[in-house]
C-alpha cells in the first residue's frame, strides 16, 4: 500500500486552516497513488496552543472528524490524523483513522503523556493496542512517545500489527528517536513504521521533522528533512512476509521469563 506521510505544522490554532492543509496534502497524496495519508500529533489544532487544547477539542465524531472524512471520501484514500479529542469533561490526545469511503476505523488515545505541558492538558488513555484492517494490511495506532516505550510496540507485533502509525510531536534535542530509534523499533518487530512529525518552532518548542516510513528490515523507505514536505513510499506485504519469515525475533520469544516486566 502506497502511504503518503505529511510533515508540517500546518496552522496552530486554526482548525478550519489545518483541515484545508490537510484537503490539499490528500488531493496530492491520491494524484501519487497513495492509499492512506498520515498527519502528524494534533494536526488538526496544533500543539502550542496552550488552554486552546481545550477549547478546541471535539469529539471523535465531532464536525472536524466528519471533514476528514469528507476529504478521504473525496480524494479516495484513508487518512490517519492526531487531534484533542473530547470526551464529556476529559480530554485525550487522540488519532483517528478514516477509510477512503470515510467510514471511522480506529480512534487511539495517547498511553504515556510526555512533558509538563502534555500532563496538564490530557489525561492519559488506557488502551494500548487499537488497530484495523486497512486494504489487507493490519494498521495500528500509537502516537509519538509512545513508540519510545518498547513494551508498546512488542505488543503490537504480538497482535499482529503490520503496519504501525505514529503521528509525532518530536522534539529537538531528540533528533535520535527518529533517526535510530524508529528504524530498530520497526526491525526487532518485523512491521512497517510511519513515524510522521511536526517541523519548526511552535512556542517553546522546536520540533525536529525527519519523518520516516521505516520497514522491517531496519531500513527507512523515505525520509524528511527539517521541512513542510510530503513523502511518499510503498509498504510491501510479500517484502514484510519474506522479512518474518528470516527474522525469529517473534518465534523465539519466552514469554514465561518476562514476567518481571510488569
Given at each position: 500500500?502506497?502511504?503518503?506521510?505529511?510533515?508540517?505544522?500546518?496552522?496552530?490554532?486554526?482548525t478550519?486552516?489545518?483541515?484545508?492543509?490537510?484537503?490539499?496534502?490528500?488531493?496530492?497524496?491520491?494524484?501519487?497513488?497513495?492509499?492512506?495519508?498520515?498527519?502528524p500529533?494534533?494536526?488538526?489544532?496544533?500543539?502550542?496552543?496552550?488552554?486552546?487544547?481545550?477549547?478546541?477539542?471535539?469529539?471523535?465524531?465531532?464536525?472536524?472528524?466528519d471533514?476528514?472524512?469528507?476529504?478521504?471520501?473525496?480524494?479516495?484514500?484513508?487518512?490517519?490524523?492526531?487531534?484533542?479529542?473530547?470526551?464529556?469533561?476529559?480530554?485525550?490526545?487522540?488519532?483517528?483513522?478514516v477509510?477512503a469511503?470515510?467510514?471511522?476505523?480506529?480512534n487511539?488515545?495517547?498511553?504515556?503523556?510526555?512533558?509538563?505541558?502534555?500532563?496538564?492538558?490530557?489525561?492519559?488513555?488506557?488502551?494500548t493496542?487499537?488497530?484495523?484492517?486497512?486494504?489487507?494490511?493490519?494498521?495500528?495506532?500509537?502516537?509519538?512517545y509512545?513508540?519510545?516505550?518498547p513494551?508498546?510496540?512488542?505488543?503490537?507485533?504480538?497482535?499482529g500489527?503490520?503496519l504501525?502509525?505514529?503521528?509525532?510531536?518530536?522534539?529537538?534535542?531528540?533528533?535520535?528517536v527518529?533517526?535510530?530509534?524508529?528504524?530498530?523499533?520497526?526491525?526487532?518487530?518485523?512491521?512497517?513504521?510511519?513515524?510522521?512529525?511536526?517541523v519548526?518552532?511552535?512556542?517553546?518548542?522546536?520540533?525536529?521533522?525527519?519523518?520516516?516510513?521505516?520497514?522491517?528490515?531496519?531500513?527507512?523507505?523515505?525520509?524528511?528533512?527539517?521541512?513542510?514536505?510530503?513523502?511518499?513510499?510503498?509498504?510491501?506485504?510479500?517484502?514484510?512476509?519474506?522479512?518474518?519469515?528470516?527474522?525469529?525475533?517473534l518465534?523465539?520469544?519466552?514469554?514465561?521469563?518476562?514476567?518481571?516486566?510488569?
Amino acid at each position: 500500500m502506497r502511504t503518503a506521510l505529511l510533515q508540517s505544522s500546518g496552522h496552530p490554532g486554526a482548525t478550519v486552516g489545518n483541515l484545508k492543509v490537510l484537503d490539499e496534502a490528500a488531493g496530492r497524496a491520491a494524484v501519487s497513488g497513495a492509499g492512506l495519508l498520515v498527519a502528524p500529533e494534533l494536526f488538526l489544532t496544533g500543539y502550542a496552543i496552550g488552554d486552546d487544547i481545550g477549547r478546541l477539542a471535539e469529539p471523535a465524531d465531532g464536525r472536524s472528524a466528519d471533514a476528514v472524512a469528507e476529504t478521504a471520501a473525496r480524494h479516495g484514500l484513508a487518512i490517519a490524523y492526531g487531534y484533542p479529542e473530547r470526551d464529556g469533561d476529559t480530554v485525550y490526545n487522540s488519532a483517528q483513522l478514516v477509510s477512503a469511503d470515510g467510514t471511522r476505523l480506529a480512534n487511539y488515545r495517547k498511553t504515556h503523556l510526555y512533558g509538563g505541558f502534555e500532563r496538564d492538558h490530557f489525561t492519559p488513555g488506557e488502551r494500548t493496542v487499537v488497530q484495523a484492517e486497512l486494504d489487507g494490511l493490519t494498521v495500528g495506532l500509537m502516537i509519538c512517545y509512545d513508540v519510545e516505550f518498547p513494551e508498546n510496540v512488542r505488543a503490537h507485533a504480538v497482535a499482529g500489527t503490520d503496519l504501525l502509525l505514529v503521528p509525532t510531536a518530536q522534539l529537538h534535542p531528540f533528533e535520535f528517536v527518529a533517526e535510530s530509534l524508529v528504524p530498530v523499533r520497526a526491525f526487532e518487530n518485523q512491521m512497517y513504521v510511519a513515524y510522521v512529525n511536526r517541523v519548526g518552532q511552535e512556542g517553546e518548542f522546536e520540533f525536529v521533522g525527519l519523518s520516516a516510513l521505516a520497514g522491517p528490515d531496519g531500513v527507512a523507505r523515505t525520509r524528511a528533512g527539517r521541512t513542510e514536505q510530503l513523502l511518499v513510499a510503498d509498504v510491501d506485504p510479500a517484502f514484510l512476509a519474506a522479512s518474518r519469515a528470516a527474522n525469529p525475533y517473534l518465534t523465539d520469544r519466552r514469554p514465561g521469563l518476562y514476567g518481571s516486566l510488569t
